[in-house]
């Protein structure tokens, strides 16, 4: 029996392309028999079946905390035709000028910080990876290499292994040490721990966030960073304290520096998680979907802050989305899984010298 009210909270985060176009579909055939409320951040993700649209208006509270007023529901041909549209598109440079501006603030202290880290080349390499389980073959023959100064982008649909494939790199997958890989110089299971290696690793991602849940302030989640913990449970130096506190200057999030991180809405989290991974200063910086939750401005902020440093080189990255508009124009080297049969093949594409190795599921 289907319900007559159903509330969806951002259904399209994390989904790919496919996977958003069949939503869609579902939901414009659920919609002929029961209401939908949908709230997303973006506007590109409103369904054809939507007939309505409410537009919250809020303010910042010194807690962190958002009040908003919702204002009256308008038909959706009026919401195309509304002065917020026509405003957003207006605005549109200014808030690119604007999140430009917090960019280059945020990217002159990276500067300020860089440290001369040890080079390594390749950052990573994995050869003949493969990863099984008893219900069957994930991928085998995996040979792949992070050059230094590379960026690389992770492509593909929901379940065809790209966040295996992270795993292996990060470690936290059980197969990682059946694998021949090389992090940073060093063969995996040389005698490094686990935690010398994420040293040199920033890692965003939609499962950190859920995991976050300890009840700490937004200054320690930055402070955390430098720990590789969920929380603080070190004294940090003077000078880690203070690179924190500039860290929240950047992010504009001054005064909220006592306030509980589970206390401040989704996007602010998620700008706090970022901040956390970039705070000290890693080789290598794995984001898996980070806009997943944060406003435009914000997102703008994130992303013009990622190609500035990548295209500075402070950090080399690897990268996961499944929003065309979100490419960064930085990164020219692709890890493609593609539907073949019942499985997939990965493409490894290096854009620069057009030289493609294939090998399949």
Request: glycine share 6%; aromatic share 8%; hydrophobic share 40%.
């Amino acid at each position: 029996m289907l319900p007559q009210l159903l509330i969806l909270d951002d259904p399209y985060a994390g989904l790919d392309t496919e996977h958003q176009t069949s939503l869609s579909k579902l939901l414009s055939e659920v919609a002929e028999h029961t209401q939908l409320l949908i709230i997303t951040s973006r506007q590109e993700e409103l369904p054809p079946c939507i007939s309505h649209v409410a537009l919250f208006n809020g303010e910042m509270l010194k807690s962190g905390q958002s009040v908003h007023k919702l204002s009256p529901p308008m038909l959706i041909e009026q919401w195309h035709n509304h002065p917020v549209m026509a405003q957003l598109n207006a605005l549109s440079a200014q808030l690119n000028a604007l999140s430009a501006q917090r960019s280059d603030e945020l990217l002159a202290l990276m500067e300020r910080q860089r440290h001369n880290a040890e080079a390594f080349s390749p950052l990573v390499e994995i050869k003949n990876g493969k990863v099984e389980y008893v219900s069957g073959l994930i991928f085998s023959g995996v040979n792949w290499r992070i050059e230094a100064g590379q960026h690389w982008q992770v492509r593909g649909p929901n379940g065809c292994g790209k966040s295996t494939l992270l795993g292996l790199i990060l470690g936290d997958h059980p197969q990682c040490y059946s694998n021949d890989i090389t992090l940073f110089g060093r063969p995996r299971g040389s005698g490094e721990s686990i935690w010398q290696i994420k040293q040199r690793i920033g890692i965003v991602s939609s499962a950190l966030h859920l995991q976050y849940r300890v009840s700490c302030s937004a200054l320690d989640v930055l402070l955390s960073g430098f720990f590789d913990s969920i929380g603080l449970y070190h004294k940090p130096t003077k000078p880690q304290l203070d690179l924190a506190k500039e860290w929240l200057t950047i992010l504009h999030m001054s005064g909220l520096a006592s306030t509980s991180f589970r206390k401040l809405d989704y996007g602010l989290q998620r700008l706090l998680l970022i901040g956390r991974a970039l705070i000290k200063q890693p080789l290598l910086l794995i984001l898996d979907e980070p806009y997943q939750g944060l406003d435009f401005i914000n997102r703008t902020l994130v992303m013009r802050a990622l190609e500035m440093i990548a295209e500075h080189h402070l950090s080399q990255l690897l990268y996961v989305s499944h929003h065309r508009e979100d490419a960064l124009p930085a990164i020219h080297h692709f890890v493609d899984f593609i539907k073949q049969g019942d499985g997939y093949s990965v493409q490894v594409s290096d854009y620069e010298s057009e030289d493609l190795t294939r090998f399949n599921q």
